[in-house]
T-cell receptor
Framework: RKEVEQDPGPFNVPEGATVAFNCTYSNSASQSFFWYRQDCRKEPKLLMS???SGNEDGRFTAQLNRASQYISLLIRDSKLSDSATYLCVVNNYNQGGKLIFGQGTELSVKP | ETGVTQSPTHLIKTRGQQVTLRCSSQ?????VSWYQQALGQGPQFIFQ???????GRGNFPPRFSGLQFPNYSSELNVNALELDDSALYLC????????????FGSGTRLTVV
C-alpha cells in the first residue's frame, strides 16, 4: 500500500465547475500536510498547507481529517489556468522531514 | 532572495555511465532534499542532507549518493546508470525539517539511453 494515495485522474471539467480531490495517508504519525501544484514538465509549487481546522485561499479550500487520515482539496469556479497536476503531500518531522508525495491527479479545465 | 537552482537542466547519458547533478539551495536554507520523479508518478524521496550530513534516505540503492557543502549547496551522484534512472530529478531546500515549507528547483531531466 502506498503511503499517500490520491484519486486516479484525469479530471476533465468545464470552466466554472467545482472539483474535489481526495487523498488518504497511511502513517498516523504524519504531522504536516500540503497540496502542491505541478504544471507540465515543471517543478512542484506549494499551493497551500492543510490544517485540521480547514483553510481557504480564494477559490481553494483544503480540509484535513486526522481520525480518517484523509485530506481534500476543493476548487470552486475553476479556471482554464487551474489545469495542472495536483499532488497531495505529507511530511513527518520524526522521519527527518522528508516529503511523501501522492501520485498526483491531473486536472484539465475546458472552455 | 534567490531560489533553488539546479544544473544542468537536461542531460543524456549512456547506460553504465556516471552522472553528477547540482543544486544551490535558497538563501537561508540549510537542508537539501533530492527527489526522483518518473513520468506519470509523484516525486520519490531519495535522500536529505542537513548541515552536510545525510539525515534520511529513501528506498534507493547505494549507487545513488550525495554531498552537501558548507554553503549548503548539494550534489547527487548516480553510478552505473540504468535505463530506469531516466526521470526528472528535483532538489528542494528548506530551513530545518521544513515546517515553513520547501522550495523546489526546476529540476534536471535525465535520459539514459
Amino acid at each position: 500500500r502506498k503511503e499517500v494515495e490520491q484519486d486516479p485522474g484525469p479530471f476533465n471539467v468545464p470552466e466554472g465547475a467545482t472539483v474535489a480531490f481526495n487523498c488518504t495517508y497511511s502513517n498516523s504519525a504524519s504531522q504536516s500536510f500540503f497540496w502542491y501544484r505541478q504544471d507540465c514538465r515543471k517543478e512542484p509549487k506549494l499551493l497551500m498547507s492543510v490544517y485540521s481546522s480547514g483553510n481557504e485561499d480564494g477559490r481553494f479550500t483544503a480540509q484535513l481529517n486526522r481520525a480518517s487520515q484523509y485530506i481534500s482539496l476543493l476548487i470552486r469556479d475553476s479556471k482554464l489556468s487551474d489545469s495542472a497536476t495536483y499532488l497531495c503531500v505529507v511530511n513527518n518531522y520524526n522521519q527527518g522531514g522528508k516529503l511523501i508525495f501522492g501520485q498526483g491527479t491531473e486536472l484539465s479545465v475546458k472552455p | 532572495e534567490t531560489g533553488v537552482t539546479q544544473s544542468p537542466t537536461h542531460l543524456i547519458k549512456t547506460r553504465g555511465q556516471q552522472v553528477t547533478l547540482r543544486c544551490s539551495s535558497q538563501s537561508g536554507h540549510n537542508t537539501v532534499s533530492w527527489y526522483q520523479q518518473a513520468l506519470g508518478q509523484g516525486p520519490q524521496f531519495i535522500f536529505q542532507y542537513y548541515r552536510e550530513e545525510e539525515n534520511g534516505r529513501g528506498n534507493f540503492p547505494p549507487r545513488f549518493s550525495g554531498l552537501q557543502f558548507p554553503n549548503y549547496s548539494s550534489e547527487l551522484n548516480v553510478n552505473a546508470l540504468e535505463l530506469d534512472d531516466s526521470a526528472l530529478y528535483l532538489c528542494a531546500s528548506s530551513l530545518g525539517t521544513g515546517s515553513d515549507g520547501y522550495t523546489f528547483g526546476s529540476g534536471t531531466r535525465l535520459t539514459v539511453v
